[in-house]
């Protein structure tokens, strides 16, 4: 029996294809790793894209969100989606960014550079806590397991603002923790650290690591449902 599988992404609204086109060639990556398995893509932000592979794949299957966190997006917002694009059987797993594996990575990227300061930039929410949570849970444990002795957290959409962390001299490193690339990651990090006087190098977001395909692949071959009410990467702490 063909298991199926949807890697799904918020996209970009101002822009849906190019987004659509970078997701699908990171699940061509991750299907290569699941032999057995039908696994299409899609974004939340290019009209009909979820109800055509929903189409495609059938009324149930692992849907997996490549968010970089948890919360009323994957617990309400997105199993309502798969419903209305007549999915109503599809489960939902666990978000990229609530996966420790994707916070190993980060570990590992940065240990790797061995920087004098780090700034972790995220999103962040004006609206939910749970955005900033998973950031500074990440921020901290760079700060403990890979040595660093400054890691900031910084935000586009909450403070502090990655536009007012200052002090990070030409040995610090910046660390997107993003799914992908897109505006955020091309313009408004690049910019906010511009007006913050960042003096250190900008990395790639770290969705777009080469070991990222690899880590979705075993989440969903692994099946853990998005959390109800505390995230598994918080177990923890």
């Given at each position: 029996?063909?298991r199926t599988?949807?890697?799904?992404s918020?996209g970009?609204?101002?822009?849906?294809?190019?987004?659509?086109?970078?997701?699908?060639?990171?699940?061509?990556?991750?299907?290569?790793?699941?032999?057995?398995?039908?696994?299409?893509?899609?974004?939340l932000?290019?009209p009909?894209?979820?109800s055509?592979?929903?189409s495609r794949?059938?009324p149930?299957?692992r849907?997996?969100?490549?968010?970089?966190?948890?919360?009323?997006?994957s617990?309400?917002?997105?199993?309502?989606?798969?419903a209305?694009a007549?999915?109503?059987?599809?489960q939902?797993?666990?978000p990229?960014g609530?996966?420790p594996?994707?916070?190993d990575?980060?570990?590992r990227?940065?240990?790797?550079?061995?920087?004098?300061?780090?700034?972790?930039?995220?999103h962040?929410?004006?609206?939910?806590p749970?955005?900033?949570?998973?950031?500074n849970?990440?921020a901290?444990?760079?700060?403990?397991?890979?040595?660093?002795?400054?890691?900031?957290?910084?935000?586009?959409?909450?403070?502090?603002?990655l536009?007012?962390?200052?002090?990070?001299?030409p040995?610090?490193?910046?660390?997107?923790?993003?799914?992908a690339?897109?505006?955020?990651?091309?313009?408004d990090?690049?910019?906010?650290?511009?007006?913050?006087?960042?003096?250190?190098?900008l990395?790639?977001?770290?969705g777009?690591?080469?070991?990222?395909p690899?880590?979705i692949?075993?989440?969903i071959?692994?099946g853990?449902?998005?959390?109800?009410?505390?995230?598994h990467?918080?177990?923890?702490?």
């Amino acid at each position: 029996m063909t298991r199926t599988a949807l890697v799904i992404s918020h996209g970009q609204p101002s822009d849906p294809d190019p987004a659509e086109t970078e997701l699908a060639d990171l699940t061509a990556r991750v299907a290569l790793l699941l032999p057995g398995w039908q696994i299409e893509s899609a974004t939340l932000a290019a009209p009909r894209s979820l109800s055509r592979a929903i189409s495609r794949l059938g009324p149930q299957g692992r849907a997996y969100p490549l968010f970089m966190a948890g919360g009323w997006f994957s617990r309400v917002h997105l199993p309502a989606r798969l419903a209305e694009a007549g999915g109503p059987g599809w489960q939902v797993l666990e978000p990229l960014g609530c996966d420790p594996a994707i916070h190993d990575l980060a570990i590992r990227i940065i240990a790797d550079m061995r920087p004098a300061s780090v700034v972790l930039a995220a999103h962040g929410s004006f609206r939910s806590p749970v955005p900033a949570a998973i950031a500074n849970h990440v921020a901290d444990r760079i700060a403990r397991e890979a040595g660093v002795a400054r890691v900031d957290a910084a935000f586009i959409d909450q403070t502090p603002r990655l536009a007012s962390i200052t002090g990070h001299g030409p040995d610090a490193a910046c660390l997107p923790f993003f799914a992908a690339s897109g505006d955020h990651v091309t313009d408004d990090i690049p910019a906010a650290l511009t007006q913050a006087g960042f003096q250190g190098r900008l990395l790639p977001a770290l969705g777009l690591h080469g070991d990222v395909p690899g880590i979705i692949a075993r989440a969903i071959q692994a099946g853990v449902p998005t959390c109800a009410q505390r995230c598994h990467w918080q177990q923890a702490d």
